[in-house]
């Protein structure tokens, strides 16, 4: 059954610390995104790939970093720099031709404290 | 500069009764649109999608509008029924750029009983 796969669901850092939330997709996409949400903001871009090897910033890059290595992965490290990393962030893929819909993981919430 | 936007943040419908969600934006290149469904701590999951040379789309309960002249795009769900109690975002496309789409803030909708 092909699908998109957050991990984990949950989790807690202590302030300072560099995490890596997980994300992997077996639909043979070529396009991965890493979305944040927040209340009352909606979802705003992190990062997006649309090749294995090539990834570009979106509006709101600071303080992340990623890698995509494999077609299949697209993990996101929230560093240190990241002012404010509380909040749940949402994984996607799609394929890169029109239409441009996506298909999301369930998501991980992270709470730094 | 939130170029696809959702003015109204909340919505409360009886069930039964029709449901109208709005979208707007600012940018006359968009080519296509979809709206996203999502339940708290889950993932976004697509409902439906217009593209720019039509003007309604409709899916059993769910029919979407566009307004070209007006960048304007509307949301109907008749029946509402309680389970489609939910966030909805609306997304814009832009064909020929990168796959990635733009999401609207969101709008909360409660189906009363």
């Known amino acids: 059954d092909g699908g998109i796969t957050q991990s984990p669901k949950y989790l807690f850092r202590k302030e300072g610390q560099n995490v890596t939330l997980s994300c992997e997709q077996n639909?043979?996409?070529?396009?991965m995104y890493w979305y944040r949400q927040d209340p009352g903001q909606g979802l705003r871009l992190i990062y997006y790939?649309?090749?294995?090897?090539?990834?570009q910033k979106g509006d709101i890059a600071e303080g992340y970093s990623v890698s995509r290595e494999k077609k299949e992965s697209f993990p996101l490290t929230v560093t240190s720099a990241q002012k404010n990393p509380t909040a749940f962030y949402l994984c996607?893929?799609?394929?890169?031709?029109?239409?441009?819909?996506?298909?999301f993981g369930s998501g991980t919430r992270l709470t730094v404290v | 500069d939130q170029q696809v936007k959702q003015n109204s943040p909340s919505l409360s419908v009886q069930e039964g009764r029709i449901s109208i969600l709005n979208c707007d934006y600012t940018n006359s290149m968009f080519d296509y649109f979809l709206w996203y469904k999502k339940y708290p701590a889950e993932g976004p999951t697509f409902l439906i999608s217009i593209s720019s040379i039509k003007d309604k789309n409709e899916d059993g309960r769910f029919t979407v509008f566009l307004n070209k002249s007006a960048k304007h795009l509307s949301l109907h769900i008749v029946p509402s029924q309680p389970g489609d109690s939910a966030v909805y975002f609306c997304a814009a496309s832009l064909t020929g750029t990168a796959s990635k789409l733009t999401f609207g803030t969101g709008t909360r909708l409660q189906v009363t009983l």
């Open positions: 996607a893929s799609s394929i890169n031709r029109a239409p441009y819909g996506y298909t």
């Open positions: 639909l043979n996409h070529d396009a």
């Open positions: 790939s649309q090749i294995v090897n090539d990834f």
